[in-house]
């Protein structure tokens, strides 16, 4: 049997040293990898951008980590958390913006949600029907910065930098006007209401219009402001007058301005400079006076239509108008008056001279003037403006017939003579008039016109039983003449054969007289010797 291989001879172990490295080469991913997150965490932290907060009434269309804060519709921040406040009245929504930003967020920096709504005749946030809804920012000019805010309820008019001029307004009401309605200038839509308010007191608005640049420029201290709405129908000696701005200001309302051409030259308003609002174009450019006198016209007539703010006209050209009107009882007479107090504006009693001088004022003392006037016949009169509505207006004007006067001077406001009016004088007359016929004696008369009426009944009665029979009789003769005659005239009755050979003896007649007249004018000696023989 063959021995079995014998087999190699193995290698001696040799020990080798562990190296100090193999531990850190194991570890080097995750120390990487901690580096990697802690740059991350750096860089995060770094660019991280500025938190703010911005308070709602409502969170519908917030969404945390959805809605985005846009800026000139771009995004600047996100929605982190929408909450609650601590006392449930609105909701708190807290954002994160662009390190970017930082320098957006000062004290009056606006923000709004932007969803759809019509507001003043504009329509805004349509495509956030599909997009969503999402916040709104509008940059301020203030340097001090700021992190918490108050959301506007609406968007505001007009963006930050837009060129133009913020003026102030006060009306009575508000009437048909919404923020956004439009403002107009010769029929050009120039700007919006951006704001209103109620005043402290109760007794009207404050309005802020916007006038974008150029038109601000028009805008004069002495510039009218008026609503525009609806449609104005005035009727005057050229026919119907419709005025309006535009079909926008018809529906939803806007306002109007103009400068008075007088005072056109006047420096540009300022921003924010306050003016009345008025209600009409008609009171807007009336002439406002600088100098009001107060007067009292004590009438004794009806005031039925006469209202305040009626017209005090001095024959065709408006002084004043009605302030109050009053009831007054006189103790002495027992009668009742109507006190109507007046405002007078002298300036308009000016004067020019023939030859088209500048002229002025008539006098600069008013008393003096006013007891003048009076001593000439110039009194107050009720009259009627308007037919179909029976308006009243005061008339002055001058009354040479009216009883001297004076002007009370001890009263006040001062009063000034009146005269009773066209109306009240027509009644008068009719007074008297009716008077003067209660005095005609109408039953003595209707009796004598019952006698004379009866005896026309007698007279009457005996014209049928005497006159008439005998007026028959005669009116039978008379037909019976008639017939005769008719008779007689026939051409073949005896007269008109008698007459005829009657005419014809005339005719012969006259035929000799001829003759003989002839002979005689050519022999006239024969009168004496008679017709000679015709000699053989």
Not at 5 to 23: C, D, F, H, K, Y
Not at 207 to 231: C, E, I, M, Q
Not at 286 to 298: A, P
Not at 428 to 454: H, M, R, Y
Request: charge should be neutral; charged fraction near 20%.
């Amino acid at each position: 049997m063959s021995r079995p291989p014998v087999p190699p001879e193995l290698p001696e172990a040799v020990a080798t040293p562990r190296s100090r490295w193999r531990m850190q080469i194991v570890w080097l991913v995750p120390i990487i990898a901690v580096l990697i997150g802690g740059w991350l965490a750096v860089k995060a932290v770094l660019e991280q951008g500025p938190t703010v907060t911005i308070s709602f009434t409502t969170g519908e269309g917030l969404e945390a980590g959805k809605t985005k804060i846009k800026f000139k519709n771009v995004d600047v921040g996100v929605v982190k958390s929408v909450t609650l406040s601590r006392d449930h009245r609105s909701v708190v929504a807290t954002a994160e913006l662009v390190k970017d930003a930082s320098n957006m967020l000062v004290d009056d920096t606006r923000f709004w949600v932007v969803r759809p709504r019509i507001s003043g005749g504009t329509v805004s946030g349509i495509g956030t029907l599909l997009s969503g809804s999402f916040i709104g920012m509008d940059l301020g000019a203030s340097t001090k910065s700021r992190r918490d805010y108050v959301g506007l309820e609406t968007p505001p008019v007009f963006a930050s930098g837009v060129p133009g001029r913020e003026f102030v307004l006060k009306s009575e009401d508000m009437g048909s006007l919404d923020i956004g309605s439009p403002v107009f200038f010769r029929r050009l839509q120039v700007g919006q209401i951006t704001s209103y308010s109620l005043d402290a007191d109760g007794k009207g608005v404050t309005l802020r219009v916007f006038v974008n640049a150029p038109y601000d420029k028009y805008v004069k201290n002495d510039t009218r402001f008026w609503h525009a709405s609806g449609v104005d129908v005035s009727l005057g000696t050229d026919g119907v007058k419709v005025n309006t701005q535009s079909v926008v200001a018809i529906l939803i309302g806007g306002l109007a301005f103009q400068t008075p051409d007088e005072t056109t030259g006047q420096s540009e308003a300022a921003v924010r400079t306050e003016f009345m609002l008025f209600h009409d174009r008609a009171e807007a450019m009336k002439r406002h006076d600088r100098i009001i006198e107060s007067y009292v016209f004590n009438f004794n007539d009806s005031v039925r239509g006469l209202t305040v703010g009626a017209p005090v006209d001095f024959r065709g050209i408006v002084v004043g108008e009605v302030a109050a009107i009053y009831t007054r009882f006189d103790q002495a007479k027992k009668q009742f008056s109507i006190p109507v107090e007046v405002r007078l504006y002298p300036e308009r009693f000016t004067s020019r001279y023939q030859s088209g001088g500048s002229g002025g004022r008539l006098s600069s003392d008013p008393h003096r003037m006013a007891e003048w006037l009076v001593s000439q016949g110039l009194r107050a009169q009720l009259r009627t403006g308007n037919l179909l509505t029976g308006q009243l207006y005061v008339a002055l004007d001058f009354f040479p017939a009216a009883p001297k006067a004076e002007v009370n001077w001890s009263a006040n406001p001062p009063e000034l003579p009146t005269v009773p009016g066209g109306l009240q004088s027509l009644q008068d007359s009719v007074t008297s008039l009716v008077a003067k016929l209660n005095k005609i004696p109408f039953e003595g008369i209707g009796k004598d016109a019952q006698k004379t009426l009866a005896d026309a009944d007698s007279l009457l009665k005996q014209l049928r039983t005497e006159v008439m029979p005998q007026a028959r009789d005669t009116l039978a003769a008379a037909q019976t003449a008639l017939d005769s005659a008719n008779g007689a005239l026939q051409p073949n009755s005896q007269l008109q054969q008698g007459t005829t050979d009657a005419m014809r003896e005339l005719a012969r007649t006259a035929a000799a007289f001829r003759t003989l007249a002839d002979y005689l004018e050519r022999h006239p000696e024969a009168l004496i010797r008679g017709k000679l023989e015709d000699k053989k």
